[in-house]
């Protein structure tokens, strides 16, 4: 008896061992979510509400108040705060001499807009501005210019513009409407351009891809963008086929004349800056004996850009549209 008494208790025992193990494991092994990121929690932030933290393409960014004074340096970074509406937020813009002016529909507003500098930005005049906060062109930084790290010693946050897809600048514009508390506004600016570039995309659908030169400028070569560049991106969503596109090592690219005859294009596009003017390179190029060889410039198939218009910022719906109009002239017609 006394022997299956202890038998029924070792039994017990066991069991009331094993139960509390089963029902303890699971919590024991829950873990937080590694995968979640500072940058995707903040995405549930209510509107206004701080700090907001985002990944800056590999730059985190911290917002800790709502900025007040704001550089746009470069102008398509300028145009995007326009078009959302943040024009009095600006105190200084920059690189006016790579821009032909905005969009008829934004001119009054940049009226309002102080210039910190007609070129590059200097670090003098961005540490000197007061400002809190910067959206600016990626090449405006680095080197012995705007250092970001010691930009954030003087408490100016920097958020760069250097999109290279259309998720990244969709972001960004997101991005900067949340920061700015009109998120709503920069929603329905992103589906916008969206809907305007899928009509384009509708309307030429079945059509041969012209072969097309992107020219900025013409020396001992042809200064024009490879794959990797937003405005390849754009001449695709056109309907186009940048005629480098398979070369990938930097944005920026020169290449010989004999390489641009040798492959043929359809289509030049012209870059319109700054100087010298799209007259004076068009004239350049009907100058040039190996640009007078190709069918395109004997038969004019020239089609002019704004370089800001080639630029990651608000007018990607723009640029297709007038891209697509340049590249199927009867078809738009």
């Not at 906060?133 to 990626?138: H, V």
């Not at 680095?142 to 790290?149: A, E, V, W």
């Not at 929603?187 to 899928?198: G, L």
């Not at 030169?213 to 937003?230: A, Q």
Request: hydrophobic share 35%; aromatic share 10%; with cysteine.
């Amino acid at each position: 008896m006394k022997k299956n008494l202890f038998a029924i208790s070792i039994i017990l025992m066991l069991t009331l061992t094993l139960s509390a193990c089963g029902s303890t494991a699971p919590s024991a092994q829950k873990t937080p979510d590694s995968s979640v990121t500072e940058t995707s929690q903040n995405s549930s932030k209510e509107e206004g509400e701080y700090p907001m933290t985002f990944n800056n393409y590999g730059r985190e960014v911290v917002i800790n108040t709502k900025p007040q004074k704001v550089l746009t340096l470069g102008p398509n970074c300028t145009e995007l705060f326009v078009a959302l509406g943040l024009t009095d937020h600006i105190v200084g813009n920059s690189l006016k001499n790579h821009s032909r002016g905005p969009l008829p529909e934004y001119a009054k507003e940049f009226e309002k807009i102080p210039e910190l500098n007609y070129g590059s930005a200097t670090r003098e005049a961005v540490i000197s501005s007061g400002a809190d906060f910067i959206y600016g062109l990626d090449w405006e930084f680095g080197g012995d210019s705007l250092n970001t790290d010691e930009l954030e010693t003087y408490g100016i946050s920097t958020y760069m513009n250097s999109a290279t897809s259309m998720e990244e600048i969709y972001q960004e514009i997101l991005d900067i409407g949340q920061i700015f508390g009109v998120t709503d506004k920069a929603q329905a600016y992103v589906e916008d351009q969206k809907a305007r570039i899928s009509a384009v995309q509708e309307k030429i659908e079945g059509k041969e891809a012209p072969k097309v030169l992107i020219y900025d400028s013409g020396n001992d070569g042809v200064f024009t963008c490879s794959g990797v560049n937003f405005e390849s991106l754009l001449i695709g969503m056109a309907g186009g086929e940048n005629l480098f596109g398979d070369l990938t090592e930097k944005a920026w690219i020169t290449v010989s004349y004999e390489e641009v005859l040798a492959r043929e294009p359809d289509v030049i596009v012209i870059h319109d800056y700054d100087s010298p003017s799209v007259e004076e390179k068009i004239a350049e190029i009907k100058g040039n004996d190996m640009f007078a060889q190709l069918d395109c410039v004997k038969n004019e198939r020239f089609v002019t850009i704004e370089l800001e218009s080639v630029l990651p910022g608000n007018r990607m719906a723009y640029t297709v549209e007038k891209l697509a109009k340049g590249f199927y002239p009867d078809l738009f017609n």
